[in-house]
């Protein structure tokens, strides 16, 4: 996923833990770095609902950070496709 990154798009990775490396692309404000990072947290091995996240444009200097809570299930409902009946789809 890397190789699409263009020069203005920013990379996030949960800090010290396994888990997602992020690509936020287009318009990167404050509100999209908190969102993405919610999300990367939440899919990584952190234990804990509250962690690190460094990010930057740079994949080999990710040196900005951000503590931030994990997504919770709950937080995450908005943004969730909702599940619908395909059997007509299936004739």
Do not use: W
Request: charged share 25%; net charge neutral.
């Amino acid at each position: 996923m890397i190789h699409i990154k263009g020069p203005d798009d920013v990379v996030m990775q949960a800090f010290n833990v396994k888990g997602p490396i992020t690509l936020v692309q287009g318009k990167v404000e404050e509100a999209v770095i908190k969102f993405a990072a919610k999300l990367t947290l939440r899919y990584s091995d952190a234990l804990k609902s509250q962690g690190k996240v460094n990010y930057g444009k740079d994949v080999n200097d990710l040196s900005e950070e951000i503590l931030i809570e994990k997504a919770s299930q709950e937080y995450l409902i908005p943004y969730l496709l909702q599940q619908c009946n395909l059997s007509h789809f299936t004739r």
